[in-house]
Nanobody, 115 residues
Framework: QVQLVESGGGLVQPGGSLRLSCAAS????????MAWFRQAPKKEREYVAI???????NYADSVKGRFTISRDNAKNTVYLQMNSLNPEDTAVYYC?????????WGQGTQVTVSS
């Protein structure tokens, strides 16, 4: 079992920045990838970014160049640095961890971009 706890969401003005954190606990040695997804009101949950056990990363086109995913293995934590935020980034952001056989989700953290 793996437990994920997100933090760092909040209200930010357009053009601002936030850093989300996802702390993992439990059987973390089995984790293969960790990723961020988001879900805006009345929309489907969508992929944002992923970081693999090798350290390679990938981003959705909508956030490429603005968001950066990283990890601190010593703290078992994955981060999502979000810059140049705009109102279209408003959503609940979810952390997802995957082993070869199982997917785990965090509870989500709200990000609201508004003036």
């Amino acid at each position: 079992q793996v437990q994920l706890v997100e933090s760092g969401g909040g209200l930010v003005q357009p053009g601002g920045s936030l850093r989300l954190s996802c702390a993992a606990s439990g059987s973390i040695f089995t984790l293969n990838t960790m990723a961020w997804f988001r879900q805006a009101p009345k929309k489907e949950r969508e992929y944002v970014a992923i970081i693999r056990s090798t350290g390679t990363t990938n981003y959705a086109d909508s956030v490429k160049g603005r968001f950066t995913i990283s990890r601190d293995n010593a703290k078992n934590t994955v981060y999502l640095q979000m810059n140049s935020l705009n109102p279209e980034d408003t959503a609940v952001y979810y952390c997802r961890a995957a082993t070869l056989t199982t997917i785990y989700w965090g509870q989500g953290t709200q990000v609201t971009v508004s003036s």
